[in-house]
């Protein structure tokens, strides 16, 4: 695919829900770049490139909200959707 192609970037530690996001995206055609944690996402990903984040909150090391603080710093422009099963009403005000 292009580099103009979006990509669908899936970060969470969680493998099994990680795999299965990753290949039910890739099912519905989309191009999917998987990782287990950010700061893999940070290392490896090429922010220029378009698309969006499908980001876990509750991650050891870096949490889902630490990611986005950072990619604010960077003055990234990815849209950005939280998975949680652990949100509440000042997570998603943030």
Known sequence: MSPKTPLIRVIDDDLDLLNSVEFLLKCEGYE???YTDAQEFLRADSPSR????????QMPIMTGQELQSELNARKSVLPIIF?????????AVQ
């Open 50 to 57: 378009p698309g969006c984040l499908v980001l876990d909150e």
């Open 32 to 34: 999917v770049a998987a």
């Open 83 to 91: 998975l949680t099963a652990h949100g509440d009403i000042d997570m």
